[in-house]
């Protein structure tokens, strides 16, 4: 719970650095903290909630969902390493020593990893965003238009991030509520989960293993379902399933040791793709300047949710062992609920001011407006030049 304090304190400094000075500077900046507290971060904290948004803004809309989910994949890989280390190093020390080496590395990160252009064109900063843009399509091998040195942000000039651009109209007001239960119903059941491998008189090591597994399983379902079905209804749906399972869990003898530890198992794949979808849902809910800000807001409660699981845990668990399981399964059922008053983002390109959240429809005429101007742009450089190669 003392650690979580820490999470909660540090997610939302971060979270206004990073909407302040940059998501480049913040990042680095939590990586090194991190590092030289020697703080092992054992589930999805703020460096991946910092750095998921920078490859939000970063990649291409039309990659944008695959690249954060196998992003993602890589603390699973954590996961299925972590008993491994624990396992042939006791003490906790040298496995502290040992998770917090690789930190140093990070530092070299500097070198390769650009500034948001979204969030230089939001400060203004239009030369440097059309530096990176341009480094970017020459990497791909792509060409930019003439147009890119009229990049602009017409909302640049008044954004500048406040805990009531969270609040101050309807819809954003709704989009806060909802997804700050749902980072907290995810850290709660999550942790919660976890830390029950330790009151069940198991092998620790066999069952910390195995639940790691079932992530795997979660990235791959939701690769499969967002572009297909889009994200609110899988997201409900990871919710509900995890409740459910949470409930028969519950309620399975104990002599039918692994028809309950794989029902377990279920709750437990439930409940990772619902961390993982929060994390990007999150961020195309939010415009561009309060986009980290945000982000770091509404998961503020995963971190109230982490200090709350371990209480809720083993102060339930006195009364009966299985009860938590309850506790757990109401609040996923409600999360799963809520999330279906979201609107859906499948194929919507990310928001950059409020009015594009609270009158989507006007975005939407924005886009098509543009789209067609580029069209004509396109067709008229296309009859002005006869010759194939310069088409």
């Known amino acids: 719970s003392t650690l979580n304090v820490g999470f909660l304190v540090g997610s939302i400094a971060i979270g206004y650095l990073a909407d302040r000075f ?89 070198w390769f990893i650009p500034e948001s252009p979204r969030w230089l064109l939001s400060q203004n900063k239009r030369s440097k965003a059309v530096k990176i843009t341009r480094d970017m399509a020459k990497e791909n091998q792509r060409s930019l238009s003439k147009k890119i040195e009229t990049l602009s942000d017409d909302n640049a ?125 999150n961020t195309e809910l939010y415009p561009t300047f309060v986009r980290n800000f945000g982000v770091s807001v509404c998961s503020t409660l995963c971190d109230v949710g982490g200090i709350v699981a371990p209480f809720l845990l083993y102060r339930l668990a006195v009364i009966w062992l299985e009860l938590p399981l309850i506790i757990f399964g109401i609040l996923a059922f409600l999360a799963g609920g809520l999330v279906l008053l979201l609107p859906e983002t499948k194929g919507v390109p990310l928001p950059d001011t409020i009015d594009d959240i609270e009158f989507p429809e006007r975005a939407k005429q924005k886009i098509e407006l543009r789209s067609r101007q580029l069209d004509n742009l396109l067709s008229n450089h296309v009859s002005s030049n006869k010759d194939p190669a310069n088409v």
Not at 80 to 100: G, S
Request: with cysteine; glycine share 6%.
């Open 22 to 110: 940059g998501r480049k500077l913040s990042f680095l900046m939590s990586w090194q903290l991190s590092g030289e507290t020697r703080v092992f971060l054992c589930r999805r904290e703020k460096h991946q909630r910092d750095y998921f948004v920078s490859v939000t803004e970063i990649v291409g809309v039309e990659f944008r969902r695959t690249v954060g989910v196998v992003y993602q994949m890589f603390f699973s890989v954590g996961i299925l390493l972590l008993p491994l280390l624990a396992y042939f190093i006791t003490d906790w020390r040298w496995l502290q020593v040992a998770i917090t080496v690789p930190y140093i590395v990070f530092l070299s990160y500097y």
């Open 157 to 281: 000039d008044s954004t500048t991030a406040s805990f009531m651009d969270l609040l101050r109209t309807p819809k954003m007001r709704k989009h806060t509520f909802i997804l700050s239960f749902n980072w907290f119903t995810s850290a709660v059941v999550y942790q919660g989960l976890i830390m029950r491998l330790g009151i069940l008189g198991g092998n620790v090591y066999i069952d910390f293993l195995i639940s790691g597994l079932v992530e795997f399983p979660a990235a791959f379902l939701i690769l499969f379902t967002i572009e297909r079905i889009g994200r609110r209804l899988p997201f409900a749906t990871a919710n509900i399933v995890a409740g459910v399972s949470c409930f028969v869990t519950a309620l399975i003898p104990d002599d039918l040791f692994w028809f309950k530890t794989v029902v377990a198992c279920v709750g437990r794949l439930g409940i990772t793709m619902t961390f993982e979808m929060v994390v990007f849902v």
